[in-house]
T-cell receptor, first 115, second 113 residues
């Protein structure tokens, strides 16, 4: 049962424009959310995260928004650059000792930024 | 470079065989996680170890087992392999179980023929 869903398998954006990647989750116990970026033949790389007590977190060109009532989060990249082309994974976790803080991942969205 | 190393990078084996995947966490990280990424799935959590002890289990098959050694490296053992076990296996590490951010290795691609 997929608790974290990324409904857009791919997204194409022009360089300089905004990229918006979306993620939905079903488990209301999730209290921490992360975005990972993955290039081919490499492992996922941590990008940005947000706690459920916040609704926005910014780091340079990357901003994550959390809407708890809608169980939805999004990653905004502004401005998008060709080097941002990668697969982006949304992940969620709950602060439950039984889960060991394991991450529940979506299936990813492949972002292509064109010059 | 995340600092997490995994060996081997690629592994091709036959059904029914047994393989061992190895992971060395980042220096100072005590917690190790194993994930499986199949062709049509996202990353699925398998199992977590912290300082040598099993901490949490996810969707790990009974044919699979893992351990973490005193030097903190971890091994994932996969036995009685089936075609469906073909996947990318990632190891990740974090400082402790209470740290959400995990750092991933490059993965081991397992192909079962």
């Amino acid at each position: 049962d997929q608790q974290v869903k990324q409904n857009s398998p791919s997204l194409s954006v022009q360089e300089g424009r905004i990229s918006i990647l979306n993620c939905d989750y079903t488990n209301s116990m999730f209290d921490y959310f992360l975005w990972y970026k993955k290039y081919p033949a490499e492992g996922p790389t941590f990008l940005i995260s947000i706690s459920s007590i916040k609704d926005k977190n910014e780091d340079g060109r990357f901003t994550v928004f959390l809407n708890k009532s809608a169980k939805h989060l999004s990653l905004h990249i502004v401005p998008s650059q060709p080097g941002d082309s990668a697969v982006y994974f949304c992940a969620a976790s709950e602060s439950n000792s039984n889960s060991g803080y394991a991450l529940n991942f979506g299936k990813g969205t492949s972002l292509l930024v064109t010059p | 470079d995340s600092g997490v190393t995994q060996t081997p990078k690629h592994l091709i084996t036959a059904t029914g065989q047994r393989v061992t995947l190895r992971c060395s966490p980042r220096s100072g990280d005590l917690s190790v996680y194993w994930y499986q990424q199949s062709l049509d799935q996202g990353l699925q959590f398998l199992i977590q170890y912290y300082n040598g002890e099993e901490r949490a289990k996810g969707n790990i098959l009974e044919r699979f087992s893992a351990q973490q050694f005193p030097d903190l490296h971890s091994e994932l053992n996969l036995s009685s392999l089936e075609l469906g076990d073909s996947a990318l296996y990632f190891c990740a590490s974090s400082v402790n179980p209470g740290t959400y951010e995990q750092y991933f290795g490059p993965g081991t691609r397992l192909t079962v023929t």
